[in-house]
Structure formats: structure tokens, C-alpha cells
């Protein structure tokens, strides 16, 4: 990788610093990368529980755990590079429902083909995403604000127009509608490899990290994200757009919300108006200890579907090991904590190496 | 960033009506399909004059307590009572809400009583200022202390045991009772009245508000331990997760749930639910409307100073052809 070396504020400086680059070792090399602490602290959660609950040990639990990932990990995506980029996005776990409520009430009560109603869905989706762009950018408003107020509209609104269209708080049934079993295929799928049965939305997820990740390290947009997230007014000063960069962010994590809203609606058939919330915060945890920085500049995407993967193996570990259920989200902050303590240690023992 | 200029004030203001119309949008569209809501039914013989609160804890957006202010919203229109809802899980909360319609002089307040001690000091407050309150739903065992008229719901550890006698007789040893909302008073009380009957019960917590969480922490415990014959769930759509999480695990377990909707209801008919548990909330809406209308009209006392149960009322494939069409009409 080539940017392993970006310093916490690149600042759009990265391509002409290129020249005077010292290749450090190997080791301080390893231990720079965002993802590092985050990976150690993956791999003690993972021999903790592979050592203290028996039925964590079978292929069938691991595919559990990381569609159980996947579900949190997909926005997550949208929502590192989002943090990464400098913004939160706190409309994220109630715009899910959105996306799947708005396909279903969309195309249940105008009689259309559900596809016709996820494309509509879709649009609307990206529409949100937009205007908490344009409206962080154009205000000057932090992020934090503006999609605390969209996502109470958001939420008034689920519960409101559900109850207003369907004359009930969730929304009915699609599974008898036309254009149903194509998307349950292609959002709600599974295949079985050997008895285990695999989610499609693991594929996805991990195809939406590589893309992530090719983005952020291979592209010039990604350069243009760390330089925004890094310092946006250096980043404007040497000619990066910083409000489109901002804006395609936001409407990144719009489309992931939309897609998991589609994996909810498919799966499930019907939702009801007030899921969703509280979940913007594990999307902002599994970036947080995926080794994202909160004042932006700084991550990378397989630290956020580390991230992910840690919040999925936490959750379902205290199951499989069978804890007192009163104490699950106990164990769960304590765990979360552990894994972004040992994310801090890594990182200042990776920047004193580097010093000395 | 600068301060706001005018014109983009203008394009912010445009951008933001844009979003309303669309919402707006969406929903004119659904209107005119709109099919017949249950408390779209005629009935009423115009305005009784009596206004009536209506405070609840209700979570926003569960299908519970719709059904619950659907029936309250029915008996509204039947009696001709003004009747104004609100709601807060917070019990603080409910308890100024009470306290918001001591001050504006109701005739009447239905209220739930989930968390007695918080709300005791408000409950007391409408008893000083001469408003007659009567519990409904949650507080079967403290609403007398409390001060309250009458007591319309189920109780919930009687409801839990029913569930356990009729696990015992199917010879279940291992039931998993799922707790979809951490820290509720009643949920517990539920699994508790279960565990009574049966020894082996064990308690799992999910978040209720998030479906793929819940079948995936499901799943896990199937897989954890096999030796559960039979799961509880304490709602109707945790009860709908519950059979994707079985499917998942190839779990035998029997399926018994709490409450109703039109997917269980179906799934009971199918036989994938063995029975369900209904307290009958739109009974326990209506009846709080209708006892305290009673009361001023008349001065009755319904339950003649015991608690009036709704609940548990046992739904399985006896009786579901005559209850299934009631739960499209979203009345039970």
C-alpha cells in the first residue's frame, strides 16, 4: 500500500512529499496502519471466545457472526469513509428503515412493481444524503447537527406516513408482489457451501470494503477524502472540491443505508416504523475502533470492517458462551473498550518507534 | 464557512421544501387507497362533553400500541368523549405528561402504570385535584396503593404461567423466553410466571429494535444450546424473527408467543406458532375509555373494585379462523 506513511493531517501535501519519503522498517510500518490495533484487538476477542465457548468453534457460528457484521459493516463503510472524510452521519440507522419502509408503502399502495419502488426508494435515499451535504456545506452547520435533525425527521416521518398510508405501524406484507422474488434474490439471498449457510450480504460487504479500500488508497477521490477530513481549507487552497467531496460522502452512506434497507425489507417482509434506531451509534463504533479518528483524516477501510467484525463476534460471543443475558450490554461496552484501548496503545507505541 | 446569505437561505429553504413535498408526496398517493381503518367504523351518538387523557409508555412505531389506541380511538367515538393521547418510555416523562393533564383539567386520565413509583407522586396529584384515573395495561398489583379507580389489562405473571402449565403438559423441559426490550418490568415478569411452571427456563436478551439482530442472536443460542425444546417470545414480530432463527439453526423447539399480529396470526394458522398469548390490547384501550366515561355518566365501577383481566387470552388453531380477520382489522 502507498499511503501507510500519510501523516494525520495530510492536507493535500501527499504527492509532492513523495520525493523525500524514507522508507521506515517493516515493523514500524505494520504498526502505523490504522487497522493494526484494531486487528490485535479482533484476533484476543476471537481466541477469548474460541477458548471459552464451544459452540463458537464451528463454521456455522463464524458465518453467523459476520452476517450478524455484515448488517452493522456495509454502512459502516459509508460511514468510515464519511468520518474519515472529517462528517458524521447520524441519520444512517433510521434512513435503513426509511429505505425499506419507503419501497414497501411506495409500491404496495400505488400498485407498482417493487423494483419500480427500490429505484424510487433509492432516489429518495440519495436525495436525504444530498441535501445533509448541501446543507452541512452551505450552513456551515456541523455535520453532528444536521443529521441529528434528519434523523428526527426521519424518524417522525417512518412512523407518521406508515401510519398514515397503512393505517398501521408497519408496513404490510410484500412478499406476494410482483417483482418480489427477484430482489429477495439478489438483496436477501443465501446459498449453502457444506451446510453452512452463507448470507449474500458478506459478499457484499466485503465487496463494498475492496471498493472502499481501492477508493481510499488507489484514487485521487481518496486522496481528496484524507485531504478534506485532514485540513478542508488547505484542501480547498490547493484545488481539491471540497464541497462535492462532502456531499458524494454523504450520499455514500446514503446508498449503504438503502442497501441494508433493502437486505431488512427482503428478508423480513414487513418492518415496522421504529427499528432502526440507536444503530447510527454501532456504525460510528465499528469505524471508532476500526481505528478511524474522530476529527477525520485518518482510517482506512479494512480497520471499519474490523470494526464490524468485532461489534458481530462481541454481541454473538456473549451468546454462544451463554453469560447471564442481563449483562449483555455490559459486557458488550466493556469489550468495545477494551478494543479501542488497545487500538490507542498500538498507535502510540507505533508513534514512538517512529520517533525514535 | 461565511455567515448565511440571503440567497442561499433562499436555496436551503427551496432544497428543504423539496424534501416536504416529496414526503408529502408519497403519502397523498397512498391516501386515496387508503383501505377501511378499524376506527373509521361508525358509532357515537355525537359529543358527550367529557374530556379524557390517555398517557402511555408506549415505544413509537410498535404494533402493540397501535392496537391500543385503536381501541381507545374506537371508544372515543362511541361515548362522544374528547380524547387526547400521549406517550413516553421515560418515566419521568409520563409522569409530567400526567401531570400536563391534571393541569388542563381533564375530565378523566387512562394511564399505564409501569413504573408505579415513578408516577405515584402524579397519580396522587389527579386523585388531590378531584380527576378520576384508572390504570390500565401495567400496574395490576400496585394501582389500589397508587390510588387508582379501576384496573383494566392482564396480569402479567399469570399470563407467564399459563405459558409454562401448557409447555408442561407438551412435555417441554428447556424453553428459551427472548426479553426484547432490556429492563421492562412486565417482559420479566412474563418469563418469570413461565419459570415457575417450568424449572429449566432461561432468559435471552435482543434487541427488539433491530429484526436481523435479533434472528442472528437467536441463532446463536440454538446453536449454543440444542437442548432447547421450545422458545417464548414476548411479542408478535419477535415471534415472526423467532421462525427464521429456528429455520436457520434446523431447530425442532416448539414456538409459543405473546400477542398478536396478522403474520402470527397466520403462522398460527399455518401451525408454525403453537399457540399465542393475547392480553387483548385493544380490549384494554377501550375498556380504560369506556369505564372512566361510566364512571362520570354514571358512577359505575367496573371490576367492583378488583382488577378486570383481558388477558391471557390463548389464541391457537381452535379459535384462529374466527380471529384471524379481526387481526386485519389491526382490533386484535
Redo the contacts between chains.
Keep these: 500500500m502507498s499511503t501507510q506513511l500519510k501523516p494525520e493531517t495530510t492536507a493535500g501535501a501527499a504527492p509532492s512529499e513523495a520525493g523525500n519519503r524514507v522508507t521506515p522498517h517493516w515493523s514500524n510500518r505494520l504498526l502505523s496502519r490504522p487497522e493494526f490495533g484494531a486487528a490485535v484487538a479482533a484476533g484476543v476477542i476471537l481466541i477469548f471466545f474460541l477458548v471459552i465457548a464451544p459452540s463458537f468453534r464451528s463454521a456455522e457460528s463464524i458465518f453467523t457472526i459476520l452476517y450478524q457484521a455484515s448488517t452493522i459493516g456495509i454502512v459502516a463503510v459509508g460511514v468510515g469513509m464519511l468520518m474519515i472524510g472529517g462528517e458524521f452521519d447520524l441519520s444512517a440507522g433510521v434512513m435503513v428503515t426509511t429505505a425499506g419502509l419507503f419501497n414497501a408503502l411506495f409500491s404496495y399502495y400505488l400498485g407498482v412493481n417493487l423494483i419500480v419502488g427500490a429505484i424510487t426508494s433509492l432516489l429518495f435515499c440519495l436525495a436525504v444524503g444530498f441535501l445533509n451535504g448541501y446543507l452541512v456545506m452551505r450552513t456551515g452547520i456541523p455535520s453532528f447537527l444536521i443529521t441529528l435533525g434528519s434523523f428526527f425527521v426521519l424518524q417522525g416521518a417512518n412512523l407518521g406516513i406508515t401510519k398514515m398510508v397503512s393505517g398501521a405501524v408497519s408496513s404490510p406484507d410484500i412478499s406476494e408482489m410482483a417483482g418480489y422474488d427477484v430482489m429477495s434474490a439478489i438483496f436477501a439471498g443465501s446459498f449453502q457451501i457444506g451446510g453452512v449457510t452463507i448470507w449474500n450480504t458478506v459478499i457484499y460487504w466485503f465487496v463494498f470494503v475492496a471498493i472502499s479500500g481501492w477508493v481510499l488508497q488507489r484514487t485521487r477521490i481518496g486522496n481528496w477524502i484524507y485531504a478534506v477530513g485532514g485540513n478542508a481549507a488547505s484542501a480547498r487552497a490547493v484545488g481539491v472540491p471540497v464541497v462535492r467531496v462532502k456531499i458524494g460522502l454523504f450520499m455514500t452512506v446514503s446508498f449503504l443505508a438503502w442497501f441494508v434497507g433493502m437486505h431488512t425489507l427482503y428478508r423480513f417482509n414487513t418492518l415496522q416504523a421504529g427499528n432502526g434506531v440507536g444503530n447510527e451509534f454501532l456504525y460510528i463504533i465499528a469505524a471508532v475502533v476500526g481505528g478511524t479518528l474522530m476529527t477525520g483524516g485518518y482510517g482506512n477501510a479494512i480497520g471499519v470492517a474490523i470494526g464490524a467484525f468485532i461489534f458481530g463476534m462481541t454481541s454473538l460471543g456473549i451468546v454462544y458462551a451463554g453469560w447471564d443475558p442481563n449483562w449483555f450490554r455490559s459486557f458488550l461496552g466493556i469489550m468495545l473498550l477494551a478494543a479501542v484501548l488497545v487500538n490507542i496503545y498500538v498507535k502510540q507505541l507505533s508513534t514512538k518507534r517512529k520517533m525514535g | ?2 455567515l ?1 446569505t440571503p440567497r ?1 437561505l433562499a ?2 429553504g427551496a ?2 421544501l ?2 416536504a413535498l ?2 408529502a408526496g ?2 397523498a ?3 386515496q ?3 377501511a ?2 376506527n373509521n367504523d361508525t358509532g357515537g351518538n355525537g359529543d358527550s362533553g367529557y374530556k379524557i387523557a390517555m398517557i402511555t409508555h408506549e ?5 402493540f ?2 392496537k391500543i389506541r385503536a381501541g381507545a380511538n374506537q371508544a372515543a367515538k362511541d361515548t362522544g368523549v374528547q380524547l387526547t393521547y400521549s406517550a413516553d418510555p421515560a418515566a419521568d416523562k409520563q409522569a409530567q405528561l400526567i401531570q400536563t393533564a391534571i393541569d388542563s383539567k381533564v375530565d378523566g386520565i387512562a394511564t399505564t402504570l409501569v413504573t408505579p413509583d415513578a408516577l405515584a407522586g402524579s397519580v396522587k396529584a389527579a386523585a388531590a385535584a378531584g380527576i378520576p384515573l384508572v390504570g390500565f395495561n401495567s400496574g395490576i398489583d400496585q394501582y389500589k396503593d397508587l390510588g387508582a379507580l379501576m384496573y383494566f389489562g392482564s396480569d402479567e405473571n399469570l399470563a407467564g404461567a399459563t405459558v409454562g402449565d401448557k409447555l408442561n403438559d407438551g412435555g417441554v423441559k428447556h424453553p428459551l423466553c427472548v ?1 426484547q426490550a ?1 429492563g421492562s418490568v412486565a417482559l420479566e415478569a412474563r418469563c418469570a410466571g413461565v419459570k415457575s411452571k417450568v424449572a429449566g427456563t432461561e ?3 435482543v ?1 427488539g ?5 435479533v434472528v ?2 437467536l ?3 440454538l ?3 440444542p437442548s432447547i425444546d421450545a422458545i417464548v417470545t414476548l411479542g408478535a ?1 419477535i415471534a ?2 423467532a421462525l ?1 432463527a429456528m429455520d ?1 439453526a434446523g431447530s425442532k423447539a416448539k414456538l409459543v408467543t405473546f400477542d398478536l ?3 402470527a396470526a397466520q403462522a398460527i394458522k399455518d401451525g408454525k406458532i403453537e399457540f399465542s398469548v393475547d392480553q387483548q390490547p385493544y380490549v384494554q384501550g377501550y375498556m380504560a375509555v369506556t369505564a372512566l366515561y361510566l364512571y362520570l355518566k354514571n358512577g359505575n365501577d367496573i371490576g367492583g373494585g378488583q382488577p378486570v383481566l383481558t388477558g391471557p387470552s390463548i389464541v391457537d388453531q381452535s379459535n384462529i379462523d374466527t380471529i384471524l380477520p379481526f387481526t386485519k382489522n ?1 382490533t386484535r
Design positions: 464557512m461565511t448565511i442561499k436555496g436551503i432544497a428543504a423539496a424534501l416529496t414526503l408519497c403519502s398517493g397512498g391516501a387507497d387508503n383501505n381503518e378499524s415505544t413509537p412505531g410498535d404494533t400500541w397501535d426479553i432490556a432468559n435471552l436478551q434487541n429494535a433491530d429484526d436481523s439482530s442472528s442472536s441463532q446463536a443460542k446453536a449454543q444450546d414480530p415472526m424473527d427464521k436457520q399480529n396478522q403474520d389491526n
